[in-house]
Nanobody, 115 residues
Framework: VQLQASGGGLVQAGTSLTLSCEAA????????MYWYRQTPGKERELVAR???????EYSDSVKGRFRMSKDVAKNTVYLQMNNLGPEDTAVYYC??????????WGQGTQVTVSS
């Protein structure tokens, strides 16, 4: 499965940015979608996920600031990031988990937040 993440960039602290992750196929309700992020030297951190049951969950570090959504017609999931801080600087990855399949990963998009 091909996943194309986009929308990253260099922004100032306190501003917003929306990431997109377009899948090359339909994102069925049985599929879970994830947003992770990673900084050099650290493990990949789960930021948000859309479970196969349709529930959206967030890590404590982004709860209340980030919002994940899905557009079925566009085969795309989004990560709206508000009130960004330097601690949000990372490469952001989207991934897809289909039943009985390994996790599929996109290529990542860099988000840099200047203070």
């Amino acid at each position: 499965v091909q996943l194309q993440a986009s929308g990253g960039g260099l922004v100032q602290a306190g501003t917003s940015l929306t990431l997109s992750c377009e899948a090359a196929e339909r994102i069925y309700s049985s599929v879970a979608m994830y947003w992770y992020r990673q900084t050099p030297g650290k493990e990949r951190e789960l930021v948000a996920r859309l479970t196969s049951g349709g529930r959206i969950e967030y890590s404590d570090s982004v709860k209340g600031r980030f919002r994940m959504s899905k557009d079925v017609a566009k085969n795309t999931v989004y990560l709206q990031m508000n009130n960004l801080g330097p601690e949000d600087t990372a490469v952001y990855y989207c991934s897809m988990l289909k039943p009985n399949r390994p996790m599929y990963w996109g290529q990542g998009t860099q988000v840099t937040v200047s203070s």
